[in-house]
């Protein structure tokens, strides 16, 4: 007899765990991402350019913008709410959620957290309406997973900063008002809100990516860039500010990457039943079902642990080791089931007509970026073993 | 402008369906808003957005005290809602549900009652001009827009051909057919001060209705068998070997739609 085939995340029964509200936004991004993305996605990917200033004043209007911070027109939701939004966000395509993540977590919420009253008003109402898109600059063509080494510099002339570098793979870099970008000066690190029409910026769009094609990338350079006083983060002045910021993006990405892997497992089960041969489905072979049961439980188990983490942050007990554990784990699964899926579409499995392969190449910058799985692997080394590992 | 929305409240229809012992569907489950009702809502809120003031008030009847489908509508923008649930309005008929909607409606004066056409799980398709008669209303069914003009709404009503256009006087009652607005998303802003927008709930007691008046023991329908609807046989499949364009139109002729 053939039962009802059940979707692989309510076999968890997830929705459980949720509350009406972060049902509600959850299922208003999902439609959002339904109606206005996946029809159009695959056709952004192929040409390498997203309709950036058009999605963020969508995704303004819908309050996704910073939607976990509070104050400045943002929607001040839950932290679980902000995960699952991003969940859905990169049910779409990773470089949507990557818009969301640089805009939310990374640029929006250093002003947010660092910078002064006046800061917040000129910049926060605009970037949560997606009237302003931001961008983050901290990584640099020779300093990555190490960006203590940082070249890019500010010194003071008068009361003026005079900012001089440069940053690279800057996600949003060529589409932003506003950059934050993190310079090595005499008092330490320190954040800049740079207007990106100030004389002296540039940004070059970086070309031939075979990953995150629907995501602008961009070099950032800054030539003797003149800032005033009032354009440096007053409340931070060491790698902490970074850091900070990072950790609540890749908080989005330990749901997000999930998202992509859903995708994926679904498109696979879908396709797999619908596909025959030897005169029946390829669902109904046994290494198929493995595949997919191995998948789902990987996809699962990845979603309890984003959860738990997620609780764990509305409570203000979240540790960035604990987020550590939820980016290393997620992201390398999700690109495992996104291989595994693959393989069960054939060839039609790297087209764009499927969105698996796309999402795959998505997932290998995610795995690489905001701190490299082999980061996050000796994040969670340090603090069994308490030895640093890193140099 | 002051309008009274009905919104049923269904399992979802994307989950397989239960009956329950007297072959009505089983409404134990999570409930969701019935998408139908979601122009109706829409409508509404675009009306009361057009005349500048005004209040979107929900009306449902459902098991459970369930108000998920309701805060989806408040979240939208709709400013209050009423809930009439209570143990012994189960299986209630279409009938004993407009008394029922109606009395709730009646505590108060709108100028529209909007509801959808027919609702995606019983589609009966009686329940809003049984209102309208309940309330003494006039009632227009089928309207793919609404425009006020002065006291009275000018209606347009699909027909098969086309749409007639009528003009009613208000209060009046009119139902919404689905896809003829584009029901708003709430954002984020919206679900959150959903939270907080009043629910009244109200029991049959509340309505002074009489145990034996309404539910199953009032209903005047039942359902004596059911059984599942005839699966449709294949479809025909055309392959496109480039002129797949002849062969729609050949087809289409066919049945004389061209
Ligand atoms: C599409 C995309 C968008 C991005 N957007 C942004 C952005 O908006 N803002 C921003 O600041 N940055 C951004 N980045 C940069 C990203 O954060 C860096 O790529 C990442 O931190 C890794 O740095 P790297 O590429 O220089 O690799 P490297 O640091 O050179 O690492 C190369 C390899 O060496 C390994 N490695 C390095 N050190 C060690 C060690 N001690 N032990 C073991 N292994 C080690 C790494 O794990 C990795 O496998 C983006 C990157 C991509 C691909």
Redesign the pocket.
């Known amino acids: 007899m053939v039962k009802t085939p059940i979707k692989p995340l309510d076999l968890f029964n997830i929705d459980s765990m949720l509350s009406a509200e972060e049902i509600a936004i959850r299922d208003t991004v999902r439609k959002y991402v339904e109606k206005r993305i996946k029809p159009e996605v695959a056709d952004w990917y192929e040409s390498g350019e997203l309709p950036v200033a058009e999605l963020a004043k969508e995704l303004g209007e819908l309050g996704v913008l910073g939607m976990h911070l509070d104050g400045w027109g943002c929607a001040g939701t839950s932290a679980v709410s902000y995960g699952l939004s991003c969940t859905e966000l990169e049910a779409g395509d990773s470089g949507l959620r990557?818009l969301v993540s640089?805009q939310g977590s990374?640029a929006m919420k250093a002003i947010h957290a660092f910078g002064s009253t006046e800061q917040k008003d000129q910049w926060l109402p605009g970037m949560a309406a997606g009237d302003i898109i931001g961008?983050?600059?901290?990584?640099?063509?020779?300093?990555?997973?190490?960006?203590s080494g940082m070249r890019t510099n500010a010194k003071r002339d008068g009361g003026d900063w005079i900012l001089n570098g440069s940053?690279?793979?800057?996600?949003?870099?060529s589409v932003a008002k506003v950059a934050v970008v993190?310079a090595r000066t005499d008092d330490g690190v320190r954040g800049f809100v740079v207007p990106t029409d100030t004389p002296g910026f540039s940004a070059n769009l970086?070309h031939k990516?075979l990953?995150?094609r629907a995501?602008v990338?961009s070099e950032l350079v800054f030539d003797n860039l003149r800032l005033p006083a009032s354009a440096v983060l007053p409340e931070v002045s060491s790698l902490r500010g970074?850091l900070t910021c990072?950790n609540e993006a890749r908080f989005g990405i330990l749901f997000g990457a999930l998202g992509a892997a859903r995708d994926c497992l679904e498109s696979a089960i879908t396709y797999g039943l619908e596909r025959d041969q030897f005169d029946k489905p390829i669902a109904g072979f046994q290494l198929t079902q493995k595949k997919y049961a191995d998948m789902t439980l990987e996809l699962g188990k990845g979603m309890l642990l984003a959860i738990h983490v997620g609780r764990l942050k509305d409570q203000g007990l979240a540790t960035s080791e604990q987020v550590s554990l939820g980016k290393l784990n997620n992201a390398r699964e999700a690109l495992a089931i996104a291989r595994d899926c693959r393989s069960i579409l054939g060839a039609n499995g790297i087209t764009l007509e499927y969105p698996v392969m796309r999402h795959l190449c998505n997932l290998?910058?995610v795995f690489?970026?905001?701190?490299?799985?082999?980061?996050h692997?000796?994040v969670v080394g340090e603090a069994l073993t308490g030895l640093g590992?890193?140099? | 402008m002051k309008i009274a929305v009905c919104v049923k409240q269904i399992p979802d229809p994307a989950a397989p369906a239960k009956m329950d012992a007297n072959y009505n569907l089983a409404r134990d489950t999570k409930l969701i808003m019935d998408e139908s009702d979601s122009y109706g809502v829409e409508m509404a809120l675009q009306l009361v957005d057009k005349a500048g003031a005004g209040e979107v008030v929900l009306f449902s009847m459902a098991p459970g005290e369930e108000v998920s489908g309701l805060r989806n509508a408040l979240a939208m923008g709709a400013h209050r809602a009423v809930l009439i649930s209570d143990p012994r309005l189960a299986g209630s008929d279409a009938l004993s549900t407009a008394k029922v909607l109606a009395k709730a409606i009646g505590r108060e004066s709108f100028d529209l009652v909007l509801a959808a056409t027919e609702s995606s799980d019983g589609y009966t398709g009686t329940t809003p001009v049984q209102i309208a008669e309940l309330l003494d209303l006039p009632s227009v069914t089928f309207a793919k827009g609404i425009e006020v003009k002065g006291e009275s709404l000018i209606v347009a009503r699909q027909t098969e051909a086309g749409f007639d256009e009528i003009e009613v006087p208000t209060p009046a009652l009119v139902t919404v057919t689905a896809g003829v607005v584009e029901p708003r998303y709430p954002n984020f802003k919206g679900i959150m001060a959903a939270k907080s927008k009043p629910v009244e709930k109200l029991s049959i007691d509340d309505l002074a209705f009489s145990p034996d008046s309404v539910g199953a023991s009032g209903a005047r329908e039942t359902i004596t068998s059911i059984r599942p609807a005839e699966s449709r046989g294949a479809g025909t499949v055309v392959v496109d070997e480039g002129d797949g364009f002849a062969k729609i139109i050949e087809y289409l002729e066919s049945l004389k739609v061209i």
Do not use: H, Q
């Not at chain 1, 983050?136 to 960006?147: H, I, R, V, W």
């Not at chain 1, 940053?167 to 870099?173: D, P, Q, R, V, Y």
């Not at chain 1, 690489?368 to 980061?375: Q, V």
């Open positions: 990557s640089v990374l961008c983050f600059g901290l990584t640099e063509a020779d300093f990555g997973s190490n960006p940053k690279m793979w800057i996600t949003n870099g993190w970086i990516k990953s995150l995501s990338t970074p990072l290998e910058s690489t970026y905001e701190g490299t799985n082999e980061m692997t000796l590992a890193f140099r």
